[in-house]
């Protein structure tokens, strides 16, 4: 059986996060031989910091990494995945609404042959004005970047910790689930897909509607559609030197 990182990207999640580490220590022990719990607080503003690090204290495979202001989704990504050291990643958003015990099921479609599994919602638990935006938003770039999955905007993800080694990402927006795929589909890693349920936001708010989120995903969706797609450079944007340094550092740690 082998090691399992579960990691949570978290800014603002006061009312959620402990809810998600509590379900992620009872389900993982059951589910692999070594596990971890990492979670990045994405320069949080609501207390989220302070209870994380309470929380290690109940929690000993708890790792918690902070970024000392917010620097977006994708850049808490980056650190995440630095941080996890286990064979497989399993990642999911700190606002609670996907269920952690389905990563489960995750897990049995993830064959010899298979390097990811990425669930898609069943059906979006969100208002109709984030249901419809969603839906022109995961078209377009299924569109633009040519993208085989059916649902990108899904953060329920596992995948084995070694593609890190072969894909570099960089968008710091929520941009990089469409760098990831694309970067995956150009090294012909197989994708598996899993139908997995979402639940409505029992707290805080998205930042995905901010007028200064909007414009960094746009730009963003631009450069990476450029790089990837027009000019056909799949692994030519590096982390940031922090950030590589750490990855390369634990994965020649582990052997992988």
């Not at 959620?16 to 994405?42: M, R």
């Not at 209870?51 to 989704?73: A, C, E, F, M, T």
């Not at 990643?89 to 990811?116: K, P, S």
């Not at 990831?180 to 998205?206: D, M, T, W």
Request: charged residues 25%.
């Amino acid at each position: 059986m082998q090691s399992i990182s579960a990691f949570f990207p978290a800014y603002n999640d006061v009312g959620s996060i402990e809810k998600l580490i509590k379900a992620a220590a009872s389900l993982l022990p059951s589910l692999a031989e070594d596990y971890e719990i990492v979670v990045v607080d994405d320069g949080s503003s609501d207390g989220t910091a302070g209870l994380l690090d309470g929380l290690q204290s109940r929690y000993p495979k708890l790792k918690v990494i902070h970024h000392g202001v917010n620097r977006g989704y994708g850049a808490a990504l980056i650190t995440g995945f630095a941080n996890c050291s286990k064979d497989l990643i399993f990642y999911t958003d700190g606002d609670g609404q996907y269920d952690v015990g389905e990563v489960a099921r995750l897990l049995v479609a993830l064959g010899d042959n298979v390097e990811m599994v990425t669930g898609y919602k069943i059906r979006r638990s969100d208002p109709r004005y984030r249901i419809l935006t969603g839906r022109m938003y995961r078209d377009l770039v299924r569109f633009m970047f040519g993208l085989k999955v059916k649902d990108v905007d899904c953060d329920f993800r596992l995948f084995r910790r070694r593609i890190l080694e072969h894909v570099q990402l960089s968008c710091d927006s929520g941009v990089i689930c469409v760098e990831l795929i694309k970067k995956c589909q150009l090294r012909n890693y197989r994708i598996a897909e899993v139908p997995v349920h979402h639940y409505h936001r029992a707290f805080g708010q998205s930042q995905f509607f901010s007028l200064k989120h909007l414009s960094r995903v746009l730009i963003q969706l631009v450069i990476t559609w450029l790089r990837l797609v027009v000019n056909g450079q799949p692994l030519r944007a590096p982390a940031a030197p922090e950030q590589s340094y750490t990855l390369q550092r634990k994965l020649s740690e582990s052997g992988s």
